[in-house]
Structures are given as structure tokens and as C-alpha cells.
């Protein structure tokens, strides 16, 4: 099973609206609403911040929001903060194998 | 609360062998999925594999099938990663993690770097 695909990077400037992409098939993203998204900061472990395509876990601003069409799902950040500065990674359910299957990363600086 | 605790830094010689923990607690060890992650210095996330402590049902990625072990001890909640023989490209952070097909990865251990250098 092939990595979702993600841009390797992303920018935008403080108080815009970006959004990454997360493209898969019709094996992983395409079959389940159970598409997640993290984010981590240098150093740091990842954090979740999107589960099940578009929940937030408790704590989570709710400037972050996910979504889903077909075989790809999408990260959506607004009112960008210096502190959204980070690498953000998807992933999906599979059925089979090891359950999960990752994204490559996507690093978003904050200009 | 749902922790994760891995165990501390490592630095080996290349033809070591190496076994990591990962000491689970706040939740029933035995009906979640713990997996492994490396992250090698500078790149990203690679999912190495899955274990389902109450069976010890596990799954390795292609990457990494022969080359790691995943085992559990169920009497005191801990997941381990081991090695038999590390290789100078082993050098990396592995984080363990929970996992479920809801939430995803949901709960993230802090991480144990390894250096394996001659």
C-alpha cells in the first residue's frame, strides 16, 4: 500500500485560509469516513487535531476543519496564526495490513 | 488520563541488538491497537507496523517486515520494538501510538530517539 499523497509544502500569511490535500484511492480514503489529521512541531510528537474526516478532538481550535470527496480529503486552516508553523500529516483506515496508512507530510510555514 | 511513556534515548553500535518500550496506561491495554512510527532526521512519518495486544495479532509494513519485532507483555501493558542486528540507517525517532479505525491515531508517545553509529 502506496503513502497518501500530500504537497510537500504549503504557505500562506497571517489571517489567511489555507488548505492541504491528502489524495488517496478508492481502497483507503474512497471506501472510509475515517480520515485523520496531525500536526507536529519540530521536535515534538504528533498531535491529532482532525478525526473521522472532520472532528475535532476536545481542545482543538476550531479554526481547523477537514472534509472529504471521493479519494481525497482536505485540511483547512483559518485565520493563520504563527503558531500554525508545523508539518501536518493525513491518514486512513485500510482493512487490511497495518490499519493504517500514513501521508508523507506536509510542512506549513506561516510567512 | 491516556498516557503513553516510551523509554529513554539509545545509543548502539551498528550489529547490536535493541529492544524499546512503550508502558500504556488510563485505558484496557489488551482492545486498542498500539503501532509503531519512525521518523527518520528530517523526513516524515513511516508507519512500521500494528499489534492487537489481546491476541498479539501483528502487521508489519512492507518496509520493515524481517527487520523489526513488535511484541506485547499483557501483564504489565507495555509494547516493545526490537531489533537484532541495528544498522546505521536504523537512526531515527520511533513513537509509539494507539490506534483505531474512528479515531485514527489518536494518542502519541513522546518519542525515543536512537542513534546507532560505529
Known amino acids: 500500500q502506496s503513502a497518501l499523497t500530500q504537497p510537500a509544502s504549503v504557505s500562506g500569511s497571517p489571517g489567511q485560509t489555507i488548505t492541504i490535500s491528502c489524495s488517496g484511492t478508492g481502497s483507503d480514503i474512497g471506501l472510509y469516513n475515517y480520515v485523520s489529521w496531525y500536526q507536529q512541531h519540530p521536535g515534538h510528537a504528533p498531535k491529532l487535531i482532525i478525526f473521522a474526516v472532520s472532528n475535532r478532538p476536545s481542545g482543538v481550535s476550531n479554526r481547523f476543519s477537514g472534509s472529504k470527496s471521493g479519494n481525497a480529503a482536505s485540511l483547512t486552516i483559518s485565520g493563520l496564526q504563527a503558531e500554525d508553523e508545523a508539518d501536518y500529516y493525513c491518514s486512513s483506515y485500510i482493512s487490511s495490513g497495518t490499519r493504517v496508512i500514513l501521508g508523507g507530510g506536509t510542512k506549513l510555514t506561516v510567512l | 488520563e491516556v498516557q503513553l511513556v516510551q523509554s529513554g534515548d539509545e545509543v548502539k553500535k551498528p550489529g547490536e541488538s535493541l529492544k524499546i518500550s512503550c508502558k500504556v496506561s488510563?485505558?484496557?491495554?489488551?482492545?486498542?491497537?498500539v503501532g509503531w512510527v519512525r521518523q527518520m532526521p528530517g523526513k516524515g512519518l513511516e508507519w512500521m507496523g500494528i499489534?492487537?495486544?489481546?491476541?498479539?495479532?501483528?502487521r508489519y509494513g512492507p518496509s520493515f517486515q524481517g527487520l523489526v519485532t513488535i511484541t506485547v507483555d499483557k501483564s504489565i501493558s507495555t509494547a516493545h520494538l526490537q531489533w537484532s542486528s541495528l544498522k546505521a540507517s536504523d537512526s531515527a525517532v520511533y513513537f509509539c501510538?494507539?490506534?483505531?479505525?474512528?479515531?485514527?491515531?489518536?494518542?502519541w508517545g513522546q518519542g525515543t530517539t536512537v542513534t546507532v553509529s560505529s
Open positions: 501510538a494507539r490506534a483505531s479505525q474512528y479515531y485514527g491515531v489518536d494518542v
Open positions: 488510563g485505558y484496557d491495554f489488551s482492545t486498542q491497537w
Open positions: 499489534i492487537y495486544p489481546d491476541d498479539s495479532d501483528t
